[in-house]
């Protein structure tokens, strides 16, 4: 659709703050940032802002708010739910922070960093390494997202079981406000227990409250022991059984336990290059393990090797390999990182980022596969994820041959029977991707009316105008 277009006279303005080179009008320029990662959600747009500096996206938002033009803020465009993506038809203004990528500095004493909210994760990670620590965040995704959006929509990644999501990872935030004022929370204190904690607001908001231009985060020491392992099993319920036994034999040292099946196993090897199943047979699920020390190298091994000697000999573990190099435990874990990617080729995915109780993964993953292939009988099942905290990506691609778009166009039903289940065990529709256009609705269905009601005081509060991402997460 063509948008509904901006006066001349006031994309001008908004051009004049931040340069003509970047203020972005042209449709070729405009089309990458107007479509959301999986294709689900396409919006339009008049005009793109490139900001340089946090006093540059103030300046914006005072006008936006003055002449009450809509604002979508937008980082590394890897979003799932369409948060980042404009509305259709609409006038909405994209305000990318790709230009503000700095790190501003480092404490390996404190263990913190400052940057940018459009620094790439990965310049995150690799700034740490220079000072021998660590962040922990780790997707997929870092080579492309952005700190920003990693704090609006709260990412997890799959060592949450140890580090927590980025609200744990966070200390402090530089937030522009809907009217353009500027909060400067970069604390870096562990310990501030005075009042309102207005950091946690705009942590897991998807931009529907400011703009995140700046953070504190943590920062770790890097492990003297690193090890990963792979184990074929025989179902989820075994997964279960081996976690319990990795979690009270390495205690805090256990930082990733992934639960996978044969099928996404097999999508991996075939579509993503230098991929190859770890295992000489197949199995029907795997779990894959990481183990960090803090001691040493030899402590890392010998938990590795006692938690799969325990679990053969329990009947847990049908058969596993321990990483023998750095580049074998990178290698294993590309291929968890990869799942996702591998069932694009497949055709078409319905895809749940969801949560229960660890304990009801496995009863969760019986029920729903029922219920879908009830359904959908000759649908291929490729649910994973992190066995650790209970996120499960549970994906479903069509059916061998059948028709992409009439598969897709099941989505909402296929939705409403997975979604149900999980509701049932207690669990959450939303596990690390946020809300933004795709569960909009559904969340206002299935939360407390009080609820929905407090976060629509909220969004009142901060955006009195309603020019902040509008249509995502909440309506007011």
Request: glycine content about 10%; proline content about 5%; hydrophobic content about 40%.
């Amino acid at each position: 659709m063509t948008p509904v277009s901006l006066p001349d006279a006031l994309m001008s303005r908004f051009a004049a703050i931040v340069g003509e080179k970047d203020a972005l009008r042209e449709a070729s320029d405009l089309a990458p940032h107007l479509v959301e990662n999986r294709g689900l959600y396409h919006g339009t747009s008049p005009l793109l802002l490139r900001p340089s500096t946090t006093q540059e996206v103030a300046a914006i938002m005072k006008l936006a708010s003055e002449s009450r033009t809509a604002i979508v803020p937008q980082t590394g465009n890897t979003g799932l739910v369409g948060g980042q993506t404009p509305r259709s038809g609409a006038s909405d203004v994209i305000l990318s922070l790709d230009r503000m990528n700095r790190v501003r500095d480092i404490d390996p004493v404190a263990n913190v960093i400052v940057v940018d909210g459009g620094c790439i994760l990965d310049e995150v990670h690799k700034a740490a390494e220079k000072v021998e620590r660590m962040f922990p965040l780790s997707l997929g995704s870092q080579g492309s997202c952005r700190i920003g959006g990693n704090l609006a929509t709260n990412a997890g990644g799959t060592a949450v079981l140890a580090y927590g999501n980025m609200r744990q990872l966070c200390l402090g935030l530089e937030v522009v406000l809907p009217t353009g004022e500027i909060w400067d929370g970069l604390r870096r204190l562990k310990k501030d227990n005075t009042g309102y904690d207005l950091r946690d607001l705009f942590i897991g908001s998807e931009g529907t409250l400011g703009i995140i231009t700046g953070a504190v985060l943590k920062l770790f020491p890097k492990p003297l022991g690193h090890q990963v392992a792979f184990a074929g099993l025989k179902s989820p319920a075994d997964a279960l059984k081996l976690f319990e036994r990795a979690s009270t034999l390495c205690g805090s040292a256990l930082t990733g336990f992934e639960l996978m099946p044969r099928i996404g196993v097999e999508f991996t090897a075939k579509h993503i290059p230098g991929v190859r199943d770890p295992l000489e047979t197949p199995h029907p699920w795997y779990a894959l393990i990481d183990i960090s020390s803090s001691d040493s190298a030899g402590t890392a091994q010998t938990m590795v090797e006692t938690l799969l000697e325990q679990g053969f000999e329990a009947g847990i573990v049908q058969d596993a390999v321990i990483a023998s190099s750095e580049s074998q435990r990178q290698a294993l874990w590309h291929m968890r990182e990869s799942m996702s990617d591998a069932q694009k080729p497949e055709g078409g995915s319905i895809k749940h980022d969801v949560s229960v109780p660890v304990s009801h993964v496995p009863a969760f993953m019986d029920e729903a596969e029922s219920a879908v292939l009830r359904a959908i009988p000759d649908a291929r099942i490729c649910a994973f994820g992190h066995m650790g905290d209970g996120n499960i990506h549970y994906n479903i691609s069509q059916p061998v041959g059948a028709d992409k778009s009439a598969f897709l166009a099941r989505w909402r039903e296929i939705n409403e029977i997975v979604h149900g289940i999980v509701l049932s065990f207690g669990g959450s529709i939303s596990a690390e991707h946020g809300i933004g256009q795709l569960k909009r609705d559904e969340l206002a269905a299935i939360r407390p009316a009080i609820e929905m009601e407090l976060m629509r005081r909220i969004k009142t509060a901060f955006d009195p105008a309603g020019i902040m991402n509008p249509g995502k997460v909440v309506v007011s």
